[in-house]
């Protein structure tokens, strides 16, 4: 197996990568391993939808479980599981499940937000403000990389500043 791609390598996985199918890819770079392909791939920025690979529904944890291959900065195979009544579809499963993070999240916003207002004093409160403060919180929802968080609060932080200092000259 090479190290260095050739020209024709790159410009099958150019063109390909997002399109074709999986296995097909593998055949068109046979001297590539599956994990080399989708480490190349995220280095040059392609994207690729990922795979459902399985998708039943399990009566004894009574959810359904749903296996996807991904194809981020690496090869992974994903399951998830969501709860769900027998004769549920996976689509209400998975809007039920939808409902309730989207009320989690919003409960936890408001509980973070109270608390920034409690420090910096109510009468700071502003829907402008209220407004930038959740996009902080849904830029951070996924986010898990220290470094990647502190860029975002960083930025965020200026802007909340600014929001608070027009508040105040009001």
Avoid at 37 to 63: C, F, M, Q, S, T
Avoid at 80 to 98: H, N, R
Avoid at 148 to 170: D, F, P, Q, T
Wanted: hydrophobic share 35%; charged share 35%.
């Amino acid at each position: 197996m090479a190290d260095k791609w050739s020209t024709e390598e790159l410009v099958i996985l150019k063109n390909n990568f997002s399109s074709a199918k999986w296995e097909d890819l593998l055949n068109m770079l046979p001297d590539r391993i599956d994990y080399l392909i989708v480490a190349k791939a995220y280095k040059l920025g392609l994207k690729r939808e990922n795979d459902k690979i399985a998708e039943y529904y399990d009566d004894e944890k009574e959810a359904w479980v749903e296996t996807k291959r991904c194809y981020g900065k690496i090869l992974s195979t994903v399951s998830s599981t969501i709860p769900a009544k027998k004769g549920t579809t996976l689509k209400e499963a998975k809007d039920k499940l939808g409902e309730k993070i989207a009320k989690i999240f919003i409960d936890s916003f408001q509980t973070r937000y109270e608390k920034f207002i409690d420090s910096i004093g109510y009468r700071f409160h502003s829907s402008q403000l209220q407004a930038l403060f959740y996009g902080m919180e849904v830029e951070l929802f996924c986010i898990s990389d220290e470094k990647e968080r502190a860029k975002i609060l960083e930025k965020h932080k200026s802007l909340l500043k600014k929001a608070v200092l027009e508040r105040m000259e009001k």
